[in-house]
């Protein structure tokens, strides 16, 4: 395989970093992993809440690639839900990419080859998770959870992402936080859509869900806005609102669009909403 001839966009360029697609390749076969090294990954998830994962249990959570180091505040928001929920979970010790950000870098031609290699990658995680008693993955990263709904549907793992897990937990919860109000950013799916458009993960299920957060207002900033291109612009329309909360649903948008507000308006993950509605303090994550 061959990388794209067409000029890679700027996100593309830094996720390769320096490696040509074979030096990437070969180092997803030999790691799992297209970023780091397992052992700086392991540090990661412990430093954020998962140290020593169970032998057995029925969920299974996938972190992604890139989860535990542009996202970290979303595992330590994920691990305080699970056990304010007491809900058993496991995760993979090693963990396959995804092979997303390969199919962002491949010709067109060779895109059917990528998205085959994707689906190896993906499998290889639904039997290390069988391995473990689960029946169930949930992915920390929309794009991971994107992929393996895509290339692996039908198989014996389920594959969602980590929002409708805890969505369908807090069913029935009271949820309530201190007045508040949010412009809330669905995401751009655009990285993830591309490859897979018959996809989708269940956002209006994530939008309807913070109808039900008392003491919670809730503002809609305008779609058709990508978080990689246009950030300032999602930002400046929240900001229009007079809101005191940008919320983002995606986990990858949650990296640019926190970028782009810095020193100007706070930017919140999903999961630290759902945990401020549960009760945490700033200083249990």
């Not at 052992?39 to 959570?61: E, H, K, V, Y």
């Not at 499998?123 to 069988?130: E, L, P, Y």
């Not at 391995?131 to 014996?156: E, F, I, M, N, P």
């Not at 999602?234 to 948008?253: E, P, R």
């Amino acid at each position: 395989m061959k990388s794209t001839t067409g000029k890679l966009s700027d996100w593309v360029v830094k996720i390769a970093c320096g490696r040509d697609l074979e030096t990437q390749l070969q180092e997803v076969a030999a790691t799992g992993q297209h970023g780091t090294p397992q052992m700086l990954r392991t540090m990661a998830l412990a430093a954020n809440g998962f140290a020593g994962a169970p032998q057995q249990a029925d969920l299974a959570l996938v972190f992604g690639c890139y989860r535990p180091f542009s996202t970290p505040n979303i595992l330590r928001e994920v691990a305080w839900i699970l056990g304010r929920l007491g809900m058993a979970h496991t995760w993979l010790e090693k963990e396959n990419c995804c092979g997303l950000p390969l199919l962002h870098q491949v010709a067109p031609e060779d895109r059917p080859q990528m998205v085959e290699a994707a689906q190896g990658f993906v499998r290889g995680n639904s039997k290390a998770a069988a391995q473990k008693g689960a029946s169930r993955l949930a992915y920390c990263c929309a794009g991971c959870a994107h992929v393996a709904k895509s290339v692996d549907a039908g198989g014996d793992v389920s594959h969602s992402y980590i929002l409708d897990v805890l969505l369908d937990a807090l069913k029935g919860q009271s949820l309530r936080v201190n007045p508040l109000k949010v412009a809330y950013f669905e995401g751009c799916h655009t990285s993830y859509r591309r490859p897979f458009p018959q996809t989708s993960l269940n956002w209006s299920a994530y939008r309807q869900f913070l109808e039900g957060v008392e003491g919670l207002e809730v503002l809609d900033v305008a779609g058709g806005l990508c978080c990689k291109n246009q950030p300032d612009r999602i930002v400046a329309a929240a900001l229009d609102g007079g809101v005191d909360a940008l919320v983002c649903a995606c986990s990858g948008c949650t990296v640019a669009l926190r970028g782009a507000g810095q020193g100007k308006l706070r930017v919140m993950s999903y999961t630290e909403l759902l945990a401020r509605a549960l009760g945490y303090e700033p200083a249990e994550l």
